[in-house]
């Protein structure tokens, strides 16, 4: 392929790209802070009252944990408006940065001891991200909620849909109730299947928002509210599935393989029903893919060594599912954002 092709190939990133891109690392930035933030006014809280972790509500009266909320919920709205501005292939997997700002602020704030392995897990989300960054596919031009409407309703998605729905209900009512105590796969399951739905849904909404607010009121439609209902739906069942995964099985297995089916499912739902990889080649759609995995190497090496210090080797100790740490959240650290809060990815 000769110099002009390529650079037909590759033309930079659009605008919107650009917008989608500072909104995400903006909610990275500030959802990441916001874990340390809380753990401060929780151990605080905890010093004069009871503790969080033995059901206590002391940290409601204390003013650094309503800061570290209120920095949270500031990082949710960039993340939701980064969705109307950029594909979900270059949103969702930026989530997994704000692991690597509460890492590093633990390290430097809270004095939390960080593994060599850990900085490398860091290093390795770093250069996943920027390389899908720099080959995402550039955002559909859309004018009206009723074009996302019409691409949510092709058959390719509405199967999609319907095989979605038909397992997690299958997961709810067969599987739920024999195995959900012992498999941790099936809280997963429902979680990741129906965020990837709401992701979809939360883009067409920050899409009508977004046109709505540039003056084209997208608001008349009843395909805008219909999926307002449809993100209600599916982001109450991702919290209440998502809380039973948390507290049946151990916060640092539960992080790692939801982030992993989530971000999966909601990427795969975006080639279906966005056809992103329609407006790429395959050089770029493997690189995509190579990014997606260096992403997921980083995030499940600087789990798998957060519980550890540098120095003579130590016997392994099996964490227990409910940490005693006063903050409440236990040996396991520094949690994954959607465990916090219900970021979409």
């Given at each position: 392929?000769?110099?002009?092709s390529w650079?037909?190939?590759?033309?930079?990133?659009?605008s919107?790209?650009?917008k989608?891109?500072v909104?995400?690392l903006?909610?990275?930035?500030?959802?990441?802070a916001?874990?340390i933030i809380?753990?401060?006014?929780?151990?605080k809280a905890g010093?004069?009252?009871?503790?969080?972790g033995?059901?206590g509500?002391?940290?409601?009266?204390?003013?650094?944990?309503w800061?570290?909320?209120?920095?949270?919920i500031?990082?949710e709205?960039?993340?939701?408006?980064?969705?109307?501005f950029?594909?979900?292939?270059?949103?969702?997997?930026?989530?997994?940065?704000?692991?690597?700002?509460?890492?590093?602020?633990?390290r430097?704030i809270?004095?939390?001891?960080?593994h060599?392995?850990g900085?490398?897990g860091?290093?390795l989300?770093?250069?996943?991200?920027?390389?899908?960054?720099?080959?995402?596919?550039?955002?559909?031009?859309?004018?009206s909620?009723?074009?996302?409407?019409?691409?949510?309703?092709e058959?390719?998605?509405l199967?999609y849909?319907?095989?979605?729905?038909?397992?997690v209900?299958i997961?709810?009512?067969?599987?739920l109730?024999?195995y959900?105590?012992t498999h941790i796969m099936?809280y997963?399951?429902?979680?990741?299947?129906?965020?990837?739905?709401?992701?979809?849904?939360?883009?067409?909404?920050?899409?009508a928002?977004?046109?709505?607010?540039?003056?084209?009121?997208?608001?008349?439609?009843?395909?805008?509210?219909?999926?307002?209902?449809?993100v209600?739906v599916c982001?109450l069942?991702?919290m209440n599935?998502?809380n039973?995964?948390?507290?049946t099985f151990n916060t640092?297995?539960?992080?790692?393989i939801y982030?992993?089916?989530?971000?999966?499912?909601?990427?795969?739902?975006?080639?279906?029903?966005?056809?992103?990889?329609?407006?790429?080649?395959p050089?770029?759609?493997?690189?995509?893919?190579?990014?997606?995995v260096?992403?997921?190497?980083?995030?499940?090496?600087?789990h798998k060594?957060?519980?550890?210090?540098d120095?003579?080797?130590?016997?392994?100790?099996?964490?227990?599912?409910?940490g005693?740490?006063e903050?409440?959240?236990?040996?396991?650290?520094?949690?994954?954002?959607r465990?916090?809060s219900?970021r979409?990815?």
């Amino acid at each position: 392929m000769d110099t002009q092709s390529w650079k037909d190939v590759y033309k930079g990133m659009s605008s919107d790209n650009i917008k989608g891109l500072v909104l995400a690392l903006s909610s990275s930035l500030f959802i990441g802070a916001s874990f340390i933030i809380k753990k401060k006014g929780l151990k605080k809280a905890g010093a004069s009252g009871v503790r969080a972790g033995v059901g206590g509500y002391s940290y409601l009266y204390e003013p650094l944990w309503w800061v570290g909320m209120i920095t949270m919920i500031v990082g949710e709205v960039a993340n939701f408006a980064a969705y109307a501005f950029a594909p979900a292939i270059l949103v969702t997997p930026l989530g997994a940065l704000s692991i690597i700002i509460s890492a590093v602020l633990a390290r430097i704030i809270l004095r939390e001891k960080l593994h060599t392995f850990g900085i490398l897990g860091c290093a390795l989300c770093v250069v996943g991200s920027i390389t899908i960054v720099l080959h995402a596919p550039q955002e559909r031009e859309i004018q009206s909620v009723k074009e996302v409407w019409d691409l949510a309703t092709e058959p390719a998605f509405l199967l999609y849909a319907v095989v979605v729905i038909i397992a997690v209900l299958i997961l709810i009512f067969h599987y739920l109730p024999q195995y959900g105590q012992t498999h941790i796969m099936f809280y997963i399951g429902v979680c990741s299947l129906m965020g990837s739905l709401s992701v979809m849904s939360v883009k067409a909404l920050g899409i009508a928002l977004k046109l709505t607010l540039s003056g084209t009121n997208q608001l008349i439609y009843p395909q805008t509210w219909a999926f307002t209902l449809i993100v209600i739906v599916c982001v109450l069942t991702q919290m209440n599935y998502l809380n039973k995964a948390l507290d049946t099985f151990n916060t640092a297995v539960v992080s790692p393989i939801y982030y992993v089916m989530f971000t999966s499912l909601t990427i795969l739902a975006s080639i279906i029903m966005f056809k992103d990889w329609d407006r790429q080649n395959p050089t770029q759609i493997v690189t995509e893919m190579c990014g997606f995995v260096t992403i997921l190497s980083g995030t499940f090496l600087l789990h798998k060594t957060k519980d550890m210090v540098d120095g003579p080797a130590m016997l392994p100790v099996r964490l227990p599912k409910h940490g005693d740490d006063e903050n409440g959240f236990g040996q396991e650290g520094i949690p994954l954002r959607r465990q916090d809060s219900l970021r979409l990815p």
